[in-house]
């Protein structure tokens, strides 16, 4: 066991966390949970690559990869939608996690290189599902909500190339956000919402790089 690998078990402790928390009724931290093991996430390959990794650390990473971006965002969708369209919902969320374990045995498996994933990262897609939920009920509907799920699933099992953020730019940026929306919640939720939508917009951006890489 390295460092890294520890931070990679608080990534599996936050999909854990967040999924234990929606058993008695939804609350807006698990979406939260998700997104601070999306930053453990990130971190744990920094400090892989600065420092050093285990032999364990790529299938450790895939596995807590599949707790946090894959189970826990579905539970967070379905306990948010409640009765609502349950059905169909529900075939949209597992159509979502069966394309995220395909994403990570596929990433286990092949891999396109240091600077670039083969297909969307699973983590973007939690963090996308989580952005999500977290604009508030006022932006929420199924029908939404499932063609959200259709389309992360497809992109994680397709080819289309995403590279890896390396600019510090950026992540500052979205760390701000993440940070902004933290604090949004335990200050003033209301301005949560309004971040998540901030944080949707980066995402969106992100989803669609590799179509405006290859117009550009």
């Known amino acids: 066991m390295k460092l890294a690998d520890f ?3 608080l990534n599996a402790l936050c999909g854990t966390g967040a999924i234990l928390l929606l058993l008695n009724e939804f609350t807006y931290i698990a979406p939260i949970l998700v997104l601070i093991g999306a930053v453990a996430d ?3 390959g920094h400090i892989a690559r600065c420092i050093s990794s285990s032999d364990i650390g790529d299938n450790l990473d895939s596995l807590a990869d599949v707790v946090s971006f894959g189970l826990a965002p ?4 379905y ?3 409640g009765e609502k369209g349950a059905y169909l919902l529900a075939a949209a969320l597992c159509f979502y996690f069966l394309c995220g374990l395909l994403r990570l045995a596929r990433f286990n498996t092949v891999q396109t290189g240091f600077s670039s994933f083969s297909g969307l990262p699973i983590t973007a897609g939690g963090i996308i599902l989580s952005a999500y939920v977290l604009m508030g009920e006022a932006y929420f509907n199924k029908y939404v909500a499932a063609i959200l799920l259709l389309i992360a699933g497809l992109l994680m099992i397709s080819n289309i190339t995403y590279q890896k953020s390396r600019d510090t730019k950026t992540l500052s940026v979205i760390a701000l956000v993440f940070m902004a929306i933290i604090a949004s919640f335990v200050l003033q939720p ?3 919402h309004y971040f998540a939508i901030i944080l949707m917009t980066l995402m969106t951006i992100y989803v669609i790089s590799p179509v405006t ?3 550009t």
């Open 79 to 81: 306990s948010f939608n």
């Open 7 to 9: 931070v990679t078990l």
């Open 190 to 192: 209301i301005y949560m």
């Open 42 to 44: 990130g971190l744990d």
């Open 74 to 77: 579905i539970v967070i969708l």
């Open 213 to 215: 890489k290859r117009t």
